[in-house]
Every structure is written in C-alpha cells, then in structure tokens.
C-alpha cells in the first residue's frame, strides 16, 4: 500500500508562480516514474510532466519553457515548479508515480489533487 499526498495548490495572479510538492509513502522498493497530470473543468485528464528516478523528464507542450520538475529521491518527493503561470492552467492536479513494492508488484497511485486556480 502507497500513499500520495500533494501540497502547493492555490489562488495566484497570471505571470505567478506555485510550487507543488507529492510525497510519497508506504510500501515503496522504488519509484519508477513519478509525475503530475491535471484535469480542468470539461477537459480530459492530461500528462503535466513526468521524471524518472534516474532523471529524465517529459513535458507536455503546453508547459514547456514555464513549468520544471524535479524530485528528492531520499526523500520519495516530487516537486512542480510553475512559472509564469495562465489561466489555462486552472485545474486540479494530480500527483502520480509508478512504483514497484514487495512482493513484486507495479502499481500505478493517484494522489487526491490539488487545486491550482489563476485569475486573468
């Protein structure tokens, strides 16, 4: 069993920045990939960003140049740095990972999600 929680989500201005954080918890042999999707009102869930443990990330295009992720392995914790920050990022995101536990087992877990609301 695993748990996800997330932290970081508020209300900004447009041109703001949030920082968004998932730890990790429980029955973790590692963590494979771990990441951020978001779901805004009437829209399909989309992959943010996501990082491997040995570092290689994925950016979705429409925040490539403004949002950076990153992660404390010692610590089982991703981050989302969000810069310059739209409208258009309204939604509540996700926390994700890919984890392997023991037994041998791979699991996909969901963090409850955060709301990341930004004013025009």
């Known amino acids: 069993q695993v748990q996800l929680v997330e932290s970081g989500g508020d209300l900004v201005q447009a041109g703001g920045s949030l920082r968004l954080s998932c730890a990790a918890s429980?029955?973790?042999?590692?963590?494979?990939?771990m990441g951020w999707h978001r779901q805004a009102p009437g829209k399909q869930r989309e992959l943010v960003a996501a990082i491997t443990s040995a570092g290689s990330t994925n950016y979705a295009d429409s925040v490539k140049g403004r949002f950076t992720i990153s992660r404390d392995n010692a610590k089982n914790t991703v981050y989302l740095q969000m810069n310059s920050l739209k409208p258009d990022d309204t939604a509540v995101y996700y926390c994700?990972?890919?984890?392997?536990?023991?037994?041998?087992?791979?699991?996909?877990?969901w963090g409850q999600g955060t709301q990341v609301t930004v004013s025009s």
């Open positions: 994700n990972a890919l984890i392997s536990s023991s037994p041998p087992s791979i699991k996909n877990y």
């Open positions: 429980g029955n973790i042999f590692s963590i494979r990939v």
